[in-house]
């Protein structure tokens, strides 16, 4: 890892994830296409007791990661997108909350470790009380759409009248267009390939269903309408790392690998207008902390500077 930063395996988990990456496409790997992690230099009991979790974890797949070598791989294990909402968790429809992995914009470009679960259960506190406090205000309740909830009900019930498919072959090839694609390293022209692929996916999926039969407890029924959700999100993905010609944090470009100027971040919103997405660069307020700053002494390279 020193040949990629100085900090070595303590850099942060996209440097990480950029030297692993790098390393597997030179081919420099193990047997099974990673790359190996050792700790055992800081003494197998000491690793045991720090990692408990993890050493464990390995041992049951018949790993040692306390005094042996690991063989490891980068992957996707969370969204740093997610819904636009507010500090009280409200979001732009009244009456719907959101917390948690599902909204964007807590961590920025990178969520650090340990962030994802204080990101959850934080929020979730807030958008709880929040809720508490939203219902006694509500004077009169809406009745429903009930042409939203048709197309619902339409979208829901697309599969049946489809012939059943391979749906997790498909879910599979999705998921290798965006690691070979829109992944760790992106440039231009995979992507462009990738969203082509996405919509070649989304076209093959459309045309398949699942076996018409009880609704109840219908696991393939759930998989076809999450695989949806993952095409959407994987097009959604793809167009925003297109229009985003900088590297951030976990969104890095081959072809634009420069930062660019902090100070006049934006951040990326996309929306669906019928079947087309509509993207903005929103222009990042920055109301407690500025690029270059930071609330914690000594980080960021200057003492705190709390912006007024
Ligand atoms: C492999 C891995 C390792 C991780 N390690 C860490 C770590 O070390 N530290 C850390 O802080 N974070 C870690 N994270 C991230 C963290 O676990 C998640 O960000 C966090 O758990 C998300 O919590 P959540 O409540 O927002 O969402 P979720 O935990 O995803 O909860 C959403 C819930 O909604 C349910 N649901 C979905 N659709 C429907 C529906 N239609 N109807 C009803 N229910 C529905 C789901 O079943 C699920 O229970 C890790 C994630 C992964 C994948």
Redesign the pocket.
């Known amino acids: 890892m020193t040949n990629y930063d100085a900090r070595g395996e303590r850099a942060t988990r996209d440097v990480v994830s950029r030297g692993i990456y790098a390393e597997m496409r030179a081919g420099r790997t193990g047997p099974m296409g990673g790359v190996y992690i050792q700790m055992s230099h800081l003494g197998p009991e000491k690793v045991a007791k720090t990692f408990p979790g993890m050493v464990n974890r390995c041992s049951d797949c018949g790993f040692d990661l306390a005094g042996g070598r690991v063989e490891v791989v980068p992957t996707a ?2 969204l740093m997108g997610g819904v636009e909402f507010n500090v009280d968790c409200s979001t732009a429809s009244p009456g719907l909350f959101a917390a ?3 909204c964007g914009g807590v961590h920025g470009a990178n969520r650090l ?6 990101n ?1 259960t934080v929020f ?1 506190g807030i958008a709880g009380d929040a809720m508490a406090d939203y219902v006694p205000g509500v004077r009169q309740w809406k009745e429903p759409d009930r042409r939203v909830i048709e197309r619902g009900i339409e979208r829901a019930e697309y599969p049946f009248s489809k012939p059943a498919g391979a749906i997790h072959e498909l879910r599979d090839a999705l998921a290798q267009t965006m690691w070979d694609d829109v992944g760790v390293l992106r440039h231009d022209a995979a992507m462009r390939r990738g969203l082509e692929s996405v919509a070649s996916h989304h076209r093959a999926l459309m045309a398949i269903g699942v076996p018409d039969g009880d609704r109840r407890y219908n696991v393939t029924w759930h998989d076809w309408l999450n695989l949806q959700s993952l095409v959407d999100m994987s097009r959604v993905i793809t167009v925003s790392a297109l229009a985003r010609e900088d590297s951030r944090g976990a969104h890095f470009r081959e072809d634009f690998p420069e930062t660019g100027d902090l100070h006049s971040s934006r951040y990326t919103r996309v929306s669906a207008d019928g079947d087309d997405l509509r993207l903005e660069m929103v222009p990042v307020k920055f109301d407690i902390v500025r690029p270059g700053t930071s609330l914690i002494s000594g980080e960021a390279g200057q003492p705190p500077k709390v912006a007024a």
Not at 113 to 118: E, H, I, K, M, P
Request: proline share 0%; no cysteine.
């Open positions: 294990h969370y948690g992995e599902d470790g340990g962030n994802g679960v204080a959850s979730g």
